[in-house]
């Protein structure tokens, strides 16, 4: 998993998201956005009202697979995707974060911890 790719191979994984990314690119002239982009952006929203509605919790699977493989990733520039792109806005709303750590491996939740100690918002 790198960095360049990050977008592309969260889109096969989770093909609910190809349309949501094609309406982002439409928003950025036809480029690509970056992954920070896409997943602030799109995918952070998405994942969000996933936990708020209490829906498809195969989906929400899925997602935090995916987040656990970016959490092992030796590319540093995805592990910052997920830390400060998804990680950091869940931690706004302690609600859906105390939902989401239902789903997280174990890496993903040491990295939640780590951007909830560093914001100053800790258990």
Not at 44 to 58: V, Y
Not at 92 to 115: C, G, H, I, N
Request: aromatic share 12%; net charge negative; glycine share 6%.
């Amino acid at each position: 998993m790198t960095y360049d790719a990050l977008s592309s191979e969260l889109i096969a994984l989770i093909p609910e998201l190809r349309e949501p990314y094609e309406k982002e690119v439409e928003w950025w002239d036809g480029k690509d956005p970056g992954p920070h982009n896409f997943f602030g952006d799109v995918v952070t929203p998405f994942l969000l009202d996933l936990l708020g509605k209490c829906e498809n919790e195969e989906l929400i699977r899925r997602l935090f697979v995916f987040f656990a493989e970016m959490a092992s990733s030796e590319d540093k520039g995805v592990q910052e995707v997920l830390s400060f792109s998804v990680l950091e806005r869940l931690g706004d709303d302690k609600q859906l974060l105390t939902k989401a750590y239902l789903f997280m491996s174990d890496s993903v939740k040491r990295l939640s911890d780590e951007v909830e100690q560093y914001l100053g918002r800790g258990k």
